[in-house]
């Protein structure tokens, strides 16, 4: 799943629709990866972040750790990275944890951060921190942000997997696996030769982004905000 980004509408509907179809097809060992930016620039990260937790519990749901996921965390020890934190979102993120809009108007950057501490429940905190750079399946990867051109993926940089835009999006070689990714938004998936991004801008677009892939099958669900109601829609790619 694409970033979601504190939009926890979408994220229920498309977790009832993967439930769903789950449910419905033939028995698989399925499992769900997060591609990370859970939070930041939608209005209820905390939820999201809920949600994610309590989904896990119920399934196998691998987490992926964001850009976003890495301000917000490191943000809380590090005042010059939670300005930039604070500038991207975390405003929302700060908001959403029960922080009021007087009392973070009101704070220094110094104060936001004791209260955001204060307000983090420490099974979020645990969670967001046991989020992994990437996951292997086969010939997947996953990964938040996408990978150096022909860097060994042992030897790839926490940075890059979580920050790269090019020179990885206009890569057009092959890579050591095929990569599956967010971070970038792009107004469908961005479906190349050796990889799909998979970020539909969840935030501002109102579309949330799923990948199922089976085999050598590839299809997409969608949690989609249209005309003031949320619609689940399905797709199928050729591989």
């Known amino acids: 799943m694409g970033d979601i980004h504190g939009r926890l509408d979408l994220f229920e509907a498309l977790i009832a629709a993967i ?78 944890y029960g922080i009021s809009r007087q ?14 501490s204060n307000a983090l429940p ?5 969670f967001l921190s046991s989020a992994k750079d990437y996951l292997v399946a086969g010939d997947y990867l996953f990964v938040h942000a996408g990978i ?8 790839q940089a ?8 090019e020179p990885f999006l206009d890569h057009a070689d092959p890579h050591e696996h095929f990569v599956i990714h967010g971070h970038t938004i792009t107004e469908g998936l961005d479906q190349r030769s050796n990889r799909i991004g998979i970020d539909t801008g969840a935030y501002r677009s109102g579309c949330l982004t799923a990948l199922v892939l089976e085999g050598t099958g590839r299809r997409v669900i969608q949690a989609v905000e249209r005309d003031g109601a ?10």
Not at 44 to 63: C, I, N, P
Not at 148 to 155: D, K, Q, T, W
Request: charged residues 30%; without cysteine.
């Open 122 to 126: 420490e099974e979020d905190r645990q």
């Open 103 to 116: 009392d973070y108007d009101r704070a220094t950057v110094e104060e936001v951060q004791q209260l955001l």
């Open 158 to 165: 926490d940075h890059h997997m979580r920050w790269i835009r």
């Open 230 to 239: 949320t619609h689940i829609e399905h797709g199928a790619l050729t591989a």
């Open 148 to 155: 150096a051109p022909g860097v060994p993926l042992a030897e």
């Open 19 to 96: 439930e769903q179809d789950d449910a419905s097809a033939a028995p698989a060992e399925t499992a769900v990866v997060l591609l990370g930016d859970l939070v930041d620039r939608g209005p209820d990260s905390a939820g999201v972040v809920a949600r994610a937790r309590a989904w896990q519990a119920t399934r196998r749901v691998k987490l992926l750790a964001g850009n976003h996921e890495e301000m917000f965390l490191e943000g809380l020890s590090d005042v010059a990275v939670l300005r930039h934190f604070l500038r991207h979102g975390g405003r929302e993120t700060a908001l959403s």
